[in-house]
């Protein structure tokens, strides 16, 4: 993986840090956003997490490791992916940061990043399919009781 190769977009969402949390750490809404993909973890550093799912009749099986985890502010963790194509051996794993803050009570900016692409065909795709996500986690949120 290339570390030097980001990804980083924000986004301000009408909603509490708890509603946008929520909608990061709870598999079925996560499922709503990630194009239908399981999320399995526990969420404590140390832990496993793992995204599941069949993209376009590719089954898949993505994994990596929670790195940090402070309740609505920040969650990191490390992500292999097999559409990579690389193999699965540590300095071939990106790290994802969710980074929360209040911008008021009813008000939170949302910030994606992702370090360590495997190339920069891999870094473009995803910074062009960034904003539709973040979108999609902004509606979610906008429009879920906490």
Known sequence: ???????????????????????????????????????????????????????????????????????????????????SGLMDSPENYAKVTYILESISVTQTKFTWCQEGFANENSQQHSEQNLPQLLESIKTIAENTEV
């Not at 194009?35 to 089954?59: C, D, L, P, Q, R």
């Open 1 to 83: 993986m290339n570390k030097a190769l980001k990804v980083s977009k924000s986004i301000n969402i009408s909603g509490s840090r708890d509603a946008v949390w929520n909608v990061l750490t709870t598999p079925e809404k996560i499922k709503m956003f990630l194009y239908g993909t399981e999320t399995i973890t526990s969420w404590a550093v140390g832990s496993s997490i793992i995204f599941k799912g069949n993209y376009e009749g590719h089954v898949y099986k993505d994994k990596g490791v929670i790195l940090e985890h402070i309740p609505k502010e920040i969650l990191s963790y490390s992500y292999w992916s097999g559409f």
